[in-house]
């Protein structure tokens, strides 16, 4: 279960937590010493704007125990309503953070998502850079599988047959919040960590933005220079906009408190 006392803010559609990168692997930690799993949402411009127009996906992401602020428009939207969100816990990070608390704690990780043989590269470098770390197993769904019920029930059945305690799936949202939804019935004192590219980023396919871009919110800048035929719709058209909606919404909300 979520803890309660953690402070929590509404951003669109979704509640994010006001928590650190390493507060939250302790939460992760403190509930596996107890057997009880859960399952990370790392919510960025692009997933809080579509929990916004379908309230299917708010729902989806509602079954999370936690959602954190995977962008700093979020953790800006966040502050500007009135709650210090800390910091901004992306997935990409999360994967090397989670990896390092199992490896402490002695517990197994599993990695799914990537094309064939990236999900293997980054267990190497996972398992390279925090000694004792127990892959439990990796996996590549093929492309469409979500659309066929025996793929995805042999995906499924590939992970809990491993027995993992930290499942990253990196597919995409909301394709990857599905599939969690489906492992953890089978697997539910297992942790589950949404993270889009993170093992890809993690196997070394892409790099992520010097420190000081991440910091000033402009991570997204060197993504599309990377990608700019796959993102620049998504990027400028879409979450652009959103994202300025987003923050004079925050404002909103903050002009009405404090003059209730």
Same mark, same amino acid.
Do not use: K
């Given at each position: 279960m979520p803890d309660i006392s953690q402070a929590r803010v509404?951003?669109?559609?979704?509640?994010?937590? #006001?928590?650190?990168?390493?507060?939250? %692997?302790?939460?992760?930690?403190?509930?596996?010493?107890?057997? #009880?799993?859960? %399952?990370?949402?790392?919510?960025?411009?692009?997933?809080?704007?579509?929990?916004?127009?379908?309230?299917?996906? %708010?729902?989806?992401?509602?079954?999370?125990e936690v959602v954190v602020a995977d962008g700093m428009p979020v953790v800006w939207a966040g502050r500007l309503a009135g709650v210090p969100v800390p910091e901004r816990v992306t997935g990409?990070?999360?994967?090397?953070?989670?990896?390092?608390?199992? %490896?402490?704690?002695?517990r197994s990780v599993y990695l799914l998502g990537g094309n064939p043989g990236v999900p293997e590269k980054a267990a190497d470098v996972l398992t390279a850079r925090h000694p004792g770390l127990r892959v439990a197993g990796t996996g590549s769904p093929p492309f469409g599988f979500e659309r066929d019920d025996a793929l995805t029930a042999e995906t499924v059945a590939g992970v809990v047959e491993a027995t993992p305690d930290l499942v990253m799936v990196g597919l995409g949202f909301p394709k990857q919040e599905n599939l969690i939804r489906l492992l953890r019935a089978e697997l539910p004192d297992a942790w589950f960590l949404g993270c889009g590219a993170g093992i890809p980023m993690a196997a070394g396919e892409f790099t992520r933005a010097p420190g000081v871009v991440q910091k000033v919110g402009a991570e997204w800048l060197h993504r599309l220079a990377l990608e700019p035929r796959r993102l620049a719709k998504r990027y400028l058209r879409d979450d652009l906009p959103f994202a300025f909606r987003l923050l004079g919404g925050a404002l909103r909300t903050r002009f009405r408190r404090t003059g209730e």
């Open positions: 509404r951003v669109g559609a979704v509640d994010v937590w #006001a928590v650190s990168e390493s507060g939250l %692997a302790d939460h992760v930690v403190e509930a596996w010493r107890r057997s #009880a799993g859960g %399952a990370i949402v790392t919510a960025n411009v692009d997933i809080v704007r579509a929990a916004t127009r379908r309230p299917e996906l %708010a729902a989806l992401i509602a079954e999370s990409s990070s999360l994967v090397f953070t989670l990896a390092a608390a199992a %490896a402490r704690e002695g």
